[in-house]
């Protein structure tokens, strides 16, 4: 799921900042139980969880590019295994 994120956002050129979260948890970990594929879309942000959390409006209508770019891009097969 984050290939192809990666990969939709390469082909309409939209930039990608990558982080990690250490010790990050989201309500996308249910979904990965039961076997979805999930990825998490963040904006990076500044004084998260503080009164003046901040977001760069350019890093909010990159994610919003992307996520109309990966639901409106029709998937590639899956490859198959051997048969």
Request: no cysteine; aromatic share 6%; hydrophobic share 45%.
């Amino acid at each position: 799921m984050i290939q192809r994120l990666l990969e939709v956002a390469e082909r309409n050129e939209i930039g990608v900042p990558h982080g990690i979260f250490p010790g990050f948890g989201s309500d996308g970990v249910a979904l990965l139980r039961g076997g979805i594929p999930t990825a998490l879309l963040a904006i990076a942000t500044r004084y998260t969880h503080s009164p003046f959390e901040m977001g760069d409006v350019r890093d909010i209508d990159a994610a919003l590019r992307l996520l109309k770019a990966f639901v409106t891009t029709p998937a590639e097969p899956l490859a198959q295994g051997p048969s």
